[in-house]
């Protein structure tokens, strides 16, 4: 294995954490310094979650400059900071130690009692916030680390003293190898990240490497309805535990119902006993096999099941999960993480049932790379919507190769005969919905880069406009 510095023998020191607005670094960098260690942090944008950081008392610098290295004691940085990243390479020059944030997150998980880490495709988030909340009102105390905030935790982060540690695990770069769980929560198994694995067949075989983490007395907790679920649980030594809405699965619903919205009613089951009633407060079916999952592992940590199905029922979402974040035109506009095709059509499917009038995708695709590979599958997956809107592809952590542009992807969609629009920019896409959105209207954004901005833009032109200040 890997030689790694072990986070325990710097506490109290300096770790400098590359890439600290991340949705899981800014939130480790705040664990840190709430246990005692001195944190500071750069990236190359000041973005969403910067101000958390920040408000943490963490100081941070925005650039990647080698100096910004010096005095650190340890180096931590994300899968998506290169070997030729200025601060690592003088990290290198300067000897000081270095790990990967997804070893960080291994470490702190390793030294808790019980060590819960969900995975997926999609849906990741939602579900640990979900199971976050559950366990909290269930009075289990849990040290917590999900991608996203929530507002029950008060970010994205907690620390605990009840023994159990629940953390998001991320595929991507394979990270989540580096975690020690004693309880694994896989949510769906799917093509994504494929600049990071050769196919769908090479994703089944990492997330069965990444059960087979767990110790003979842990226990799998996997989608019942999922064929490349059920054929790595079924290759494992330890328990296994299914959920999912057929009654074949050990955790299920019966007696399930929508109201207008698409947030569900329905009863619990454990195998043919009835265990709980449940009120949903986020809609969408897809959410219905979160909350399974939630309640399954609810069960395996010994939470009271009437307290677990209430706690579902308060769960409102995570931010930047179907958020609403204000109108336009008395248009409702909302925003959502989901940043490939499988999550678009998700999110899209409950914005089709809240939407009285023209419901309005804005997709702001997420690099160059998963374009590529998913190609086909974006040509498709606003279907549900009227109208959508491409922006410009969000490269992240890659450079354009030239050969792939958003334009391709609205002329492949006008082809499925999906009316779609290429506006490049944020100025673009706000001149776009101020033009055609009238009440009643739906408009969302859809992306994990920083589409979140033309939200908060039209917000800021909005009430500088109500001020008497317009442009």
């Known amino acids: 294995m890997e030689q790694v510095p072990h986070i325990r023998d710097y ?5 400098h954490m590359i890439g600290i607005g991340g949705s899981s670094m800014s939130g480790l960098a705040r664990m840190l310094a709430d246990q005692g260690w001195q944190v500071t942090g750069s990236d190359r944008d000041d973005g969403y979650l910067m101000g958390d950081v920040r408000a943490a008392g963490i100081p941070v610098v925005i650039g ?28 290198a020059r300067l000897g000081i130690p270095a790990m990967e944030r997804a070893w960080l997150l291994g470490q702190l998980m390793e030294t808790a009692r019980t060590g819960i880490a969900v995975c997926g495709a999609h849906g990741k988030t939602t579900t640990t916030s ?6 909290m009102a269930c009075g289990k105390d849990p040290s917590i680390a999900i991608g996203g905030k929530l507002d029950a935790v008060g970010g994205s982060t907690r620390v605990g003293r009840g023994g159990i540690f629940l953390a998001e695990a991320c595929e991507f770069n394979r990270s989540f190898l580096k975690l020690r769980p004693r309880m694994a929560v896989v949510l769906n198994i799917d093509a994504d990240h494929l600049d990071c694995y050769r196919d769908i067949d090479e994703i089944e075989d990492t997330f069965g490497e990444f059960l087979h983490l767990l110790p003979p007395d842990g226990v799998a907790i996997g989608k019942g309805t999922d064929p490349r679920i059920v054929r790595q649980l079924g ?8 959920f999912g809405l057929d009654e074949a699965c050990d955790w299920h619903s019966a007696n399930l119902t929508e109201d207008d919205l698409g947030c569900a009613s329905f009863t619990l089951m454990h195998g043919s006993e009835p265990v709980a009633p449940v009120r949903m407060g986020v809609p969408g079916l897809f959410n219905v096999e979160n909350a399974l999952a939630a309640l399954a592992a609810a069960g395996e940590t010994g939470c009271d099941m009437a307290q677990a199905a209430a706690a579902i029922g308060a769960f409102v979402g995570a931010h930047r999960r179907f958020e609403k974040t204000g109108e336009l035109n008395g248009a409702e ?10 999550e678009m059509r998700n999110v899209l499917s409950v914005a089709r049932k809240r939407c009285k009038g023209t419901l309005v995708a804005v997709m702001q695709p997420h690099t ?10 974006y040509l498709t997956c606003t279907r549900e919507a009227d109208v959508t809107l491409v922006t410009d592809i969000c490269a992240a ?3 354009d190769p030239g050969d792939i542009h958003s334009g391709m992807l609205v002329e492949g969609m006008q082809a499925h005969g999906i009316d779609a629009h290429w506006t490049p920019t944020f100025d673009d896409t706000e001149a776009w919905l101020r033009a055609h959105l009238k009440p009643g209207d739906l408009a969302i954004t859809m992306g994990c880069g920083d589409i979140n901005l033309l939200n908060e833009q039209i917000n800021r032109h909005l009430e500088a406009e109500a001020n008497g200040n317009p442009g």
């Open 11 to 15: 506490r109290g020191k300096r770790i």
């Open 64 to 91: 990647h400059r080698a100096e910004n290295v010096h005095g650190a004691d340890l180096v931590v940085y994300t899968a998506a900071i290169p070997e030729d990243n200025p601060e690592r390479q003088e990290a």
């Open 130 to 135: 979900m199971l976050a909340q559950v366990l």
């Open 235 to 242: 290759k494992l030594a330890c328990r296994t535990v299914t």
């Open 333 to 342: 506009i909302f925003h959502d993480y989901g940043h490939n095709p499988a």
């Open 368 to 377: 160059f790379s998963r374009v590529k590979s998913l190609f086909d599958d």
């Open 397 to 399: 952590r890659e450079v």
